[in-house]
Every structure is written in C-alpha cells, then in structure tokens.
C-alpha cells in the first residue's frame, strides 16, 4: 500500500504565493515520475507538472514560468512553489506518483487533495 499526503494549501491573494507538499509512504520499491495536478468543480482533473526520477521537469502553459516543481527522492516527497498566483489557479491540487511497490506492483497513487484559493 501507498500513501501520498499533500500539505500547504490555503487562501492567498492573487500576486502571492504558497508551496505545497507531498510526502510518499508506504510498500514503496521505486517512485518513477512524480506530479502535480488540479481539478475545480465541473471540470476534469488537468496536469499541472511533472517531474521524472532524473529530475527532468514538464509544465503546462498556464504555469509555466510562475510555478516550479521539485522532488527529493531520499525524502519520497515532491513540492511545487507557485508564485504569482491568478483567481484561474484556484482548484483542488492533488499529488500523484508512479511508483513500483515492494510486491512489485505498478500504478498510480493519489494524494487526498488541498485547496488552494486565489481571491481578493
């Protein structure tokens, strides 16, 4: 079993910033690529960023350059610093992980979510 568990979320002004967390547990033999995504009601779940093992990033349009993800491997964790946050940014972010159990088994695992909230 694996557990992913984000921390950081919380109201801010739009300008500001916040850093979110997530730390891997559990029956872990190997994390592979690492990621952040959102969701806001009535819309799919959309990627925000990825990072590979290596520590080779991708984002997409809409954060590139405002958002940075990175991950320490000796930690399990991953973080993404968002700075200059817009009212768009506001949605549930969730962490995932691609990851090989120690049964050997593969699959995504999945945060519970936290809220971030960008408003005036």
């Known amino acids: 079993q694996v557990q992913l568990v984000e921390s950081g979320g919380g109201l801010v002004q739009p300008g500001g910033s916040l850093r979110l967390s997530c730390t891997a547990s559990?029956?872990?033999?190997?994390?592979?690529?690492m990621g952040w995504y959102r969701q806001n009601p009535g819309k799919e779940r959309e990627l925000v960023a990825t990072i590979s093992h290596g520590g080779s990033t991708n984002y997409s349009d809409s954060v590139r350059g405002r958002f940075t993800i990175s991950r320490d491997n000796a930690k399990n964790t991953v973080s993404l610093q968002l700075n200059s946050l817009k009212p768009e940014d506001t949605a549930v972010y969730y962490c995932?992980?691609?990851?090989?159990?120690?049964?050997?088994?593969?699959?995504?695992?999945w945060g519970q979510g936290t809220q971030v909230t960008v408003s005036s």
């Open positions: 995932n992980a691609y990851v090989t159990t120690q049964l050997l088994l593969h699959g995504a695992a």
């Open positions: 559990g029956s872990i033999f190997s994390i592979h690529d």
